[in-house]
């Protein structure tokens, strides 16, 4: 038990050439064949296969538009095909970062999965970042297609006038309102030598924002680990709050869940007298939620602390009715899991959450853009410690290093002489890490330690590891990090 004490193709322009935004059309796809597509032999495309055709892969919350899992493939092989004329027209796919901007949307979800499927380096921006920090991104990245909704096509326009070293060819996707039909056949193909992934930036708090580039088996092993750890199902409907371009919005939120066949359901931005009246509808006489008829329950809920901070608030505000009926939806019989995390839990939310929803303990858990989830408290309440963040995921190894003395902190040596509590490093490796920080070989080398026990990233995050008296089985495996 680790506790932590944390600190359309438009022609490539010269940069003196600004194309107007009229010329940033909407491209349908023309020359398709749905009797029969290929995907790269991987698991996530393996899994969209075997999910029942007919369920529900992507929701949004307030117009209630669905989209199955037969659609999701059909349309992602569309967008697959439109990438690959791209690379017709001599625009570098394969293991070259490939930027978009799209809003919180089942159009995100089918443009991050294309570019997986090209096996390109899909570069998530956030719509809200100034355009200097949007600038600093692409011109670090070098990317040579921007992808943008018809929501941010203005915005990409923006982007083009901003003197960029390298000005990418720019495709403006039209809004998909309606999912395709199916595809009568999709074969699988064994990437030669992948290249692809996904890349997101670090916040730069200190220094300027690095690339991290986590290659597709890294994302898979992310997305495995979570589905077993958690226990994701066809079953779950998550509900999304979050932005996407961090680890939490991406892999959490939406690679893990459509590995298992869950549910996704779109509401952001975040407004939690919103996310309340959604919560509650299935729980209430006059249910008109748009998503169904009734509404189904949110069985999954992953978010940070302002979150559940900002719901505690809130709900007092509500009708009476409205109060009873979202006490109901997050309690432990409806609401299965309820995570937090990218943030310290403070103990008296953790506790104010567990009063209001009849006892729903918040699970907390640790990671970073650079490994994913890396540890996790338990599924048994009595495994959901206040102030930790739990045990290695499957994986994941884990090994505290105490700076002060340059000693590993091996199990039994949590102590010093005088008793007090030994307080080291987390370092990790596994099959979660990610490759490198992009064109930067200098920060990548000096990220990782190799020494007799082999090579570690040092995530500069520090810890304590406690044995939990009384706990399940993960508390031994945690003991021994």
Known sequence: ML?????????????????????????????????????????????????????????????GRAFSYSSLLSDVLRAQDRLAQCGA?????????????????????????????????ALPLSPSFPVGELRYILDNSQTGILLATEKYAKRAHELLQADLEKTPRVQVLEKIKVGADPVAQVRFQEPANPQGGMMLYTSGTTNRPKGVLIPQSALAAQASSLVEAWAYSPADRLLHLLPLHHIHGTVNAILAPLLAGSSIEFMFPFNPTSVWTRL??????????????????????TAVPTIYNRLLSTHPSLPPTAQHAARTAISPHHLRLNISGSAALPTPTKAAWQSLSNGNVL??????????????????????????VGWPLPSVEVRLFDTDTNELIRPGEETD???????????????TVFKEYWRNEKATREEFVDDADGKWFKTGDVAVRRVVEGAGAGAGAGAGA
């Open 363 to 388: 699970l907390e858990r640790y990671g970073m853009t650079e490994v994913g989830m890396a540890l996790s408290c338990g599924l048994a309440f009595n495994d959901r410690v206040d102030g930790s």
């Open 280 to 301: 509650a509808a299935p729980f209430q006489n006059n249910n008109n939620n748009n998503t169904n008829n009734p509404a189904e329950k949110i069985t999954f809920l």
């Open 417 to 431: 002489a005088s008793g007090r509590e030994r307080v080291g490093e987390i370092q990790l490796r596994g099959p």
């Open 3 to 63: 506790a932590r004490t944390l600190p359309p193709l438009l022609r490539a322009a010269s940069r003196h050439t600004r194309p107007s935004i009229a010329a940033l059309t909407c491209h349908r796809q023309s020359r398709f064949s749905s009797t029969s597509a290929a995907l790269p032999d991987l698991p996530l495309f393996r899994a969209l296969t075997r999910h029942s055709p007919s369920s529900t892969a992507v929701v949004h919350s307030v117009s």
């Open 89 to 121: 027209a001599g625009v570098a796919l394969r293991g070259a970062p490939i930027a978009f901007l799209a809003e919180n949307s089942y159009d995100y979800v089918v443009t991050l999965l294309s570019i997986l499927a090209c096996d390109g380096i």
